[in-house]
């Protein structure tokens, strides 16, 4: 029988008003959003069902907004009695599919991603670091391009999203040569990410210390759903691991395609995003077309997540 993952977004997929329709709709949603509240002292709530998106685009607020919306969302799937064989997230996301697999409670994980987003604004002085994509950039390319790119500086791969989208981090300066770089190097684009802060590059080295001590005072359970991790793109089954592997995510790229064809190849033929927006189904199309992907962020999602992980009985 095909298996299936659910997979949690990472920050870039905020938007004001995300979870309300979940909230209003589900008591089990609503109670996330109320445990959020509680755990953090202030109505996050609030600020994902209203916004302004000035204050849900800090990544202090962001974390812990995702991936408040993803648990609430994970809450209602599994009141309908949808569990995967697999979970996997996106550098924030996954705290969510940690949270899901029995690895973290939700309040300390909500308290983690708080902190977490705060060492990382903190990290790098405002304006100094950048982000960017590259889209069609030869892969043969890629390494040639930073080290031309750096100049003394950091830049490095931060995202190995898809086979045709990496992203790269580090000082902006460096960030700006390389992207000039790779569309001479046949890039099809080079985008500048609205970011605060140069996530995934050794910029990040202050937040993953500062995180350190706050990972070893949570505490992390057995897994009872294997996750499949961004450090090192493998299955992870205990809670040693899982912490480890929070604490090296930080300063370390994603390795988001090498996750999903791990997945994919372990007999994993559907998929569903958990929590806002569709960007890793989309990403999920660009790895491997063969496994069926939909999205669970708002209640009208639900008939096709059920299509999905459901299909009708042939009729005899």
């Known amino acids: ?20 329709a979940l909230a209003e709709e589900f008591p089990a949603a609503r109670s996330v959003f109320e445990q959020a509240d509680e755990a953090l002292g202030f109505p996050l709530s609030r600020l994902c069902f209203e916004g302004p998106e000035e204050d849900l685009k800090l990544t202090a607020n962001t ?23 697999y979970v996997a997230g996106h550098s924030l996301g996954e705290y969510s599919a940690l949270v899901a697999s029995g690895a973290l409670r939700f309040a300390d994980a909500v308290r983690l991603v708080r902190k977490r987003g705060q060492y990382m ?20 390319k890629l390494e040639e391009v930073l080290r031309e790119a750096s100049q003394g500086e950091v830049v490095s791969t ?15 300066g460096a960030v700006r040569r390389a992207m000039d770089l790779a569309k001479a190097a046949g890039a099809k684009r080079a985008v500048p990410l609205p970011v605060s802060a140069p ?5 990040m080295k202050p937040a993953q210390e500062r995180l350190r001590a706050d990972l070893d005072a949570t505490p992390f359970s057995d897994l009872a759903i294997p996750l499949v991790n961004n450090w090192q793109a493998r299955e992870v089954r205990t809670g040693g691991e899982a912490r ?12 988001w395609t090498e996750s999903m064809r791990l997945l994919a190849s372990s007999g994993v033929c559907r998929a569903v995003e958990v929590g806002a927006g569709a960007v890793l189904s989309g990403l999920m199309k660009q790895i491997d077309g ?10 009208g999602d639900l008939d096709n997540v059920l299509k999905l992980l459901r299909p009708a009985a042939p009729v005899q």
């Open 199 to 203: 996530f995934h590059c050794a910029l």
């Open 121 to 140: 604004q903190e990290a790098v002085p405002a304006g100094a670091g950048a982000m960017a994509a590259l889209l069609k950039l030869p892969e043969s």
């Open 1 to 20: 029988m095909s298996k299936i993952a659910f997979l949690f977004p990472g920050q870039g997929s905020q938007y004001a008003g995300m979870g309300k």
């Open 63 to 85: 974390q812990p907004s995702l991936l408040t919306v993803s648990v609430a969302a994970w809450e209602v799937l599994k009141q309908h009695g949808l569990t995967p064989d």
């Open 158 to 172: 931060a995202n190995f999203n898809s086979p045709g989208q990496v992203v790269i981090a580090g000082h902006a």
């Open 244 to 255: 480890e592997g929070l604490y090296q995510q930080a300063p370390n790229p994603v390795r």
């Open 290 to 299: 063969s496994v069926a992907a939909a999205k669970f962020g708002e209640p």
